[in-house]
């Protein structure tokens, strides 16, 4: 079973940045391919934000394109996201998961997600 543990949320003016941090612990991690970082606004579900795969491919939604940068440490199990020129739309809930070739997470447990607040 793996478990993961997202942070590096907080209240950020919009403009500013924020990194996110995602630690994968479990004995199958080393068999996932792509993670991805999903969000989650109040009244929303949840949708893929970025992905990337264990070879470094990645893959962004167009309303962050240009703004986050999705990276992995396979040696770490720790998938990073940072977030540049913040935007009071990009307030969520981000949630990480083993994500299959088209986006959709994997893993039924999520964890808890870190709270990103942008403030205009």
């Known amino acids: 079973q793996v478990q993961l543990v997202e942070s590096g949320g907080g209240l950020v003016q919009a403009g500013g940045s924020l990194r996110l941090s995602c630690a994968a612990s479990?004995?199958?991690?080393?068999?996932?391919?792509?993670m991805g970082w999903y969000r989650q606004a109040p009244g929303k579900q949840r949708d893929l934000v970025a992905q990337?795969?264990?070879?470094?491919?990645?893959n962004y939604v167009d309303s962050v394109k240009g703004r986050f940068t999705i990276s992995r440490d396979n040696a770490k199990n720790t998938v990073y996201l940072q977030m540049n020129s913040l935007k009071p739309e990009d307030t969520a809930v981000y949630y990480c998961?083993?994500?299959?070739?088209?986006?959709?997470?994997?893993?039924?447990?999520w964890g808890q997600g870190t709270q990103v607040t942008v403030s205009s």
């Open positions: 998961n083993a994500a299959t070739d088209s986006g959709a997470p994997i893993f039924r447990s």
């Open positions: 479990g004995s199958i991690f080393f068999r996932i391919n792509a």
């Open positions: 990337i795969t264990r070879g470094g491919i990645t």
